[in-house]
C-alpha cells in the first residue's frame, strides 16, 4: 500500500506517511424546508457538496510527522493518492475552521497527523 499527499505550492511537496489509520467523510446535505402558514411545507432541495472529514496518517518517526505537519500547514491545495484505499483518493484543503494536528502514540513510536480536510474540485 502506498500512500502520497503532494502539496500544489511549496518544496519539499510530498508527503508519505506509512498508512492512513482513519478515513471518515460525510457530505452534508444543504436541503432547505419551509414550514408554510397554510400548513404543509416547501422544500428547497440542493445538491450536498464535496466530501469533509479527518484523515488520520500515521508516521513512523517524530522527524517524519512534523515534516508532514509542515507540508499539511500550508496554504494550498494538496492532492491524496492512495494504492488501497482508493475511495480516499481527492483533491482537498484544510477545511474551514479546521485543523491540523500531530499526537504521539504507544510511547513514541506511532507518530499521528490528522488533518480536517474539505475536498475540493481539482
Same mark, same amino acid.
Given at each position: 500500500? &502506498?500512500?502520497?499527499? @503532494?502539496?500544489?505550492?511549496?518544496? +519539499? *511537496? ?9 478515513? $471518515? ?6 436541503? !432547505?424546508?419551509? $414550514? !408554510? ?10 445538491? *450536498? +457538496? ?6 488520520? !496518517? #500515521? ?5 517524519? *510527522? #512534523?515534516?508532514? !505537519?509542515? #507540508?499539511?500547514?500550508?496554504? &494550498? ?5 492512495? @494504492?488501497?484505499? @482508493?475511495? *480516499?483518493?481527492?483533491? =482537498? ?12 502514540? $504507544?510511547?513514541? =513510536? @506511532? ?5 480536517? =480536510? ?5
Amino acid at each position: 500500500m &502506498t500512500t502520497t499527499i @503532494t502539496a500544489a505550492a511549496g518544496s +519539499p *511537496a510530498t508527503t508519505s506517511p506509512s498508512y492512513v489509520a482513519g478515513y $471518515d467523510a460525510e457530505r452534508a446535505s444543504r436541503n !432547505l424546508v419551509h $414550514d !408554510l402558514i397554510s400548513g404543509g411545507q416547501a422544500v428547497v432541495l440542493i445538491p *450536498a +457538496p464535496l466530501r469533509s472529514g479527518t484523515l488520520k !496518517l #500515521i508516521y513512523p518517526s517524530r522527524s517524519s *510527522a #512534523i515534516a508532514a !505537519l509542515s #507540508i499539511l500547514s500550508r496554504a &494550498t491545495t494538496y492532492s491524496l493518492v492512495d @494504492t488501497e484505499l @482508493t475511495q *480516499a483518493n481527492m483533491a =482537498f484543503v484544510v477545511a474551514q475552521g479546521g485543523s491540523v494536528a500531530v499526537s504521539v502514540e $504507544d510511547r513514541g =513510536f @506511532t507518530w499521528v497527523v490528522s488533518i480536517d =480536510f474539505q475536498e475540493v474540485s481539482p
